[in-house]
């Protein structure tokens, strides 16, 4: 179950996070190490087997891009001004690495709350400028076996699979077996 108060967001309904989106009142920036406590308790929070915080640090040092999806919501007079600090909340990030004329994706999370209302759509829509601007010919990306709903949102943004790595996951909290990765692509010379 997931608590909202750990992932900082408990004054902001869902219902409001859509407004917002269909609004534009969300901005894709880069990740600063700030963000961090934020980015922590929703990879803890959506991930089967989630990321240490170390492992963020290091893709913020290395050549990764580190993106994430902000609250917006300056002067909205749908929020009662008394609540403090609505502005800047994470709710969704992505971590992409570019290799020669690849791109690879390393992390793609939206908050749980906040699932199903097209979060997911906005961070892919940010991968692929990444990859136009680096002029990537190809994305990759690993997904676990079961992750349905991962796997569909990329279908809809034209990836296929190529392969599968077995067993290349271990067991989730959840799960006690190790569980295949099945690996897509976007192959921008085929669209
Ligand atoms: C995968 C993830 C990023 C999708 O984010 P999201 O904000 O829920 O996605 P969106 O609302 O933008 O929906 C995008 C697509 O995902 C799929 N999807 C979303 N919710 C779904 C559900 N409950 N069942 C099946 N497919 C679903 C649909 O294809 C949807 O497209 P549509 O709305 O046009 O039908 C999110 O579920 C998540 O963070 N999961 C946990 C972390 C994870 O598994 N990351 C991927 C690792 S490879």
């Not at 190490?33 to 915080?53: C, K, T």
């Amino acid at each position: 179950m997931v608590d909202s108060r750990q992932l900082g967001l408990m004054s902001i309904s869902p219902e409001l996070v859509v407004a917002q989106a269909k609004d534009g009142g969300l901005i894709a920036r880069d990740m600063s190490s700030d963000d961090l406590a934020q980015v922590m308790a929703i990879e803890n929070n959506a991930q089967a087997s989630p990321w240490g915080r170390l492992s963020f640090e290091e893709s913020l040092t290395k050549s990764h891009f580190c993106r994430v999806l902000e609250f917006f919501v300056e002067n909205d007079q749908r929020l009662d001004s008394r609540e403090p600090g609505l502005d800047g909340h994470v709710v969704a990030y992505h971590v992409v690495c570019p290799i020669l004329d690849e791109l690879h994706i390393l992390n793609v999370v939206a908050a749980p709350q906040y699932q199903g209302i097209g979060l997911g759509h906005r961070l892919m829509h940010d991968i692929l400028e990444i990859a136009k601007r680096h002029q990537s010919q190809r994305i990759f990306l690993e997904v676990r076996a079961s992750n349905e709903k991962a796997q569909s949102l990329y279908l809809k943004w034209q990836f296929k699979q190529i392969g599968l790595r077995k067993e290349y996951y271990r067991p989730s909290a959840s799960g006690s077996e190790r569980e295949d990765a099945l690996i897509f692509m976007r192959d921008f010379d085929q669209v």
